[in-house]
């Protein structure tokens, strides 16, 4: 029987790094005896910098005492954008030219190609640089293969590639629960950073336009909830919200189970998990195609697709979902999920694709 192949993860904390962090959290309830995974934090849980530094340092003396002692075959590293990137970029610099071990970038920034862009051209060129010197380049869609290639990396070693989420439909009742109770609200839930960026206060302000009235949101995810719930009662619509915050994701799974729908209107994304969750568990997802979501979901056939990240927008794609076929859309999304979002097999393509970039 071979040696399992040994492979170290290079990356913040994945119980504190967000979508990336998640995904990795399901991909390691998913990798089997072949393969020896070891998770090296780069960055520590302090927003002190020298204690990021510090954190830094001593992954990069692990990284080394590895090698030295032949125990790591391939180094995949979660590339994001500023510091992050600054700091995966000097881990790949070493891994490859002082250690010459194999590395897989993964690209998982909404806004790499806005940090790219606002470098000069001598810092943008080292940073393309650096990127070619890994075995392999994962980027989440097409839209950001294209924009790697344009700044100069190599197309043969850009590759789209999309990890997933577990079966979460086991939390779904067979009859919706507002229809058991005869519950007249239609419920949905927003899991994730509390920020503009993520679209809340254009979705805090649908609540207040027609068509809207029986909207209950619950909102989860890291934010100042004072800062929130003064927002929601300045738009009047505080009484048909309730702020979370952060918690536990096996609440998040639950509530997936109970609402009727999802909502993410972002303004810009990777691939966000919380509509790859959605599709999963049978919960209407309402989002924009930002990022890479327009090259899965399909408007009225397996997801409801904002116009936009507006109030307006998100008001109309709110009564869509209301008066919607809601189980032609939960089958249909269930077999994008199963095609292309499954844990369990992303993991195993996540293995092979490894095993490939160790003989690079």
């Known amino acids: 029987m071979s040696k399992p192949l040994k492979v170290i993860v290079l990356s913040p904390p994945i119980d504190k790094s967000g979508g990336i962090g998640t995904l990795f959290r399901y991909a390691r309830e998913n990798f089997t005896s072949h393969v020896n995974v070891e998770f090296i934090d780069t960055r520590g849980y302090s927003s002190n910098p020298w204690s990021s530094l510090l954190t830094l340092l001593r992954a ?203 909502i993410l209107p972002s303004r810009a994304e990777g691939l966000p998990v919380s509509v790859l969750e959605a599709l999963s568990s049978g919960a209407v997802a309402i989002c924009t195609t930002a990022g890479s979501l327009s090259e899965f979901i399909s408007d009225g056939i397996d997801s409801i697709i904002l116009a936009s990240p507006s109030p307006h927008d998100i008001a109309a794609g709110l009564r869509r979902a209301i008066s919607s076929e809601s189980t032609s859309l939960e089958a249909q999304a269930k077999n994008l999920w199963v095609a292309n979002f499954d844990a369990s097999r992303t993991t195993l393509n996540l293995q092979n694709l490894w095993q490939e970039s160790s003989q690079l």
């Open 60 to 262: 990069l003396l692990l990284v080394t005492w590895r090698r030295l002692t032949g125990n790591v075959d391939v180094i995949h590293l979660n590339l994001g954008r500023k510091g992050a990137a600054i700091r995966k970029l000097l881990l790949t610099s070493w891994c490859s030219y002082v250690l010459h071990v194999p590395c897989v970038l993964q690209l998982h920034s909404s806004s790499f190609d806005s940090f790219a862009d606002s470098l000069k051209p001598r810092a943008r060129k080292l940073l393309v640089h650096t990127m070619n010197r890994a075995a392999r380049i994962l980027v989440l869609g097409d839209v950001w293969r294209d924009y790697l290639i344009s700044i100069g990396c190599k197309p043969e070693k850009v590759q789209v590639f999309v990890m997933g989420v577990p079966d979460l439909s086991s939390n779904r009742p067979v009859e919706p629960v507002n229809n058991l109770v005869k519950d007249p609200f239609y419920y949905i839930l927003f899991a994730g950073e509390m920020s503009e960026r993520k679209g809340l206060p254009y979705l805090i302000e649908s609540l207040a336009l027609p068509g809207t009235d029986n909207v209950r949101l619950i909102v989860a995810g890291a934010g100042d909830i004072t800062h929130w719930k003064g927002f929601s009662q300045a738009a009047g619509v505080s009484d048909r919200i309730t702020f979370i915050g952060l918690v536990d994701p096996s609440l998040i799974h639950v509530l997936m189970g109970l609402v009727n729908g999802m």
